[in-house]
């Protein structure tokens, strides 16, 4: 569904600061500052089919990736992933990459156009999470709670984990679709909230609505005390939501290790949408003690989907047109700005023919 009558930019607490900073990263890159993606030694030997056997990236503790799971069975052999360190925003994820210090970022789709649109030199290569009936984000209340309308969000503040990414175009679309005015609007306050605090802030009344996301939530729902006030699911649907992106550049010097980051993404995918769902949490609790971070696995308990929409993490023309189409509505984009084919690209994904198959 597109959406009706989006808020006009601006009317919420924006994140423009990190939106310039991110321009300003994507032009240092497109300039040449940043680091050399061909600095590192490129494979030898049996294994020198590939540019490089070495993929850095940041992570999230707590939870296992889809690209994190593949290397576990085996099928981003032999290239290894490198972990460099924890985020906890798509946005930022995706800042690494523009920089250099990372090889692939992974991040909600409306902020990569907005990266897109900032000169970023990415490009989306497979579809890694989404929404559907077992994994969504809900903006959730205590029971006793007030609010159970747009409008008694006035004045309210809301949880998220960053600005500018999927949660803020969630309660956007959530206040347009009942008719807030704009000068209502600017007065919902977003609060930065890592994802792990988000629930504990709701209990302890220092935020008045929190999002939580799938096994977050779960968790959160299973302690009991709260109810959902929307959810990403009820706004769209079924939606692949987030996509994994490289540097344009780095493609072009490492093809054979893009196309193997892909199609290894994608096995895991469908390994995870078609095994036993008991299967896939005793993999990735095996895989969280294996890699020794320290971690706590009582979240990951709750896993049930990626959520990702399209076979193999397939990226459909809906799931950046609708964005897109949002944006030019809201003044952020002008029509025909971005176009599709520089957003993103099936080309690596195994499961691009089966779609052609008639």
């Keep these: 569904m597109i959406p009706s009558r989006p808020v006009r930019p601006g009317l919420l607490h924006p994140a423009l600061p990190a939106v310039f900073l991110l321009a300003l990263l994507a032009l240092c890159g497109a300039a040449g500052c940043s680091r ?9 030997g049996p294994e020198g089919e590939f540019e490089t056997l070495e993929l850095r990236y940041q992570g999230n503790n707590g939870t296992v990736s889809p690209i994190e799971l593949a290397e576990d069975l085996g099928y981003l052999a032999p290239i290894r992933l490198n972990f460099v360190g924890s985020t906890v925003s798509g946005p930022q994820s995706v800042q690494a990459v523009v920089t250099g210090d990372t090889d692939f970022g992974g991040a909600f789709n409306g902020a990569i156009i907005k990266l897109i649109a900032a000169k970023a030199p990415i490009v989306a ?51 347009s679709r009942n008719q807030l005015a704009p000068e209502e609007a600017r007065r919902v306050t977003l609060l930065v909230v890592p994802p792990v605090n988000g629930e504990q802030l709701l209990r302890e009344k220092q935020v008045d609505v929190a999002s939580l996301s799938d096994i ?12 959902p006030l929307f959810s990403d699911y009820e706004l769209y ?106 957003v993103y690209t099936n080309e690596f994904n195994p499961y691009a023919n089966e779609q052609a198959t008639p």
């Design 125 to 175: 290569v497979v579809g890694y999470y989404g929404v559907d009936e077992h994994r969504q984000s809900g903006f959730y209340v205590l029971n006793d709670s007030p609010l159970r309308t747009a409008r008694d969000l006035l004045d309210r503040s809301i949880s998220m984990n960053t600005l500018g990414a999927h949660s803020e175009f969630m309660v956007k679309e959530f206040l």
């Design 216 to 227: 977050y939530r779960d968790r959160a729902l299973e302690r009991g005390g709260i109810r």
């Design 237 to 342: 649907g079924k939606f692949t939501a987030g996509s994994y992106v490289m540097k344009t550049s780095f493609i072009k010097k490492n093809p054979r290790t893009a196309r193997r980051f892909v199609e290894a993404t994608a096995r895991a995918i469908e390994w995870a949408r078609s095994t036993p769902r008991e299967t896939v949490v005793a993999r990735c609790i095996a895989l969280m003690k294996k890699r020794g971070r320290n971690e706590e696995d009582s979240a990951i308990k709750y896993w049930r989907s990626y959520g990702v929409a399209g076979k193999g993490g397939l990226i459909a023309e809906r799931d950046f047109q609708i964005w897109i189409d949002w944006m030019v509505r809201s003044g952020e984009l002008k029509p025909g700005e971005i176009a599709l084919d520089r």
């Design 36 to 44: 050399d993606e061909g600095s590192r030694a490129s494979a030898a």
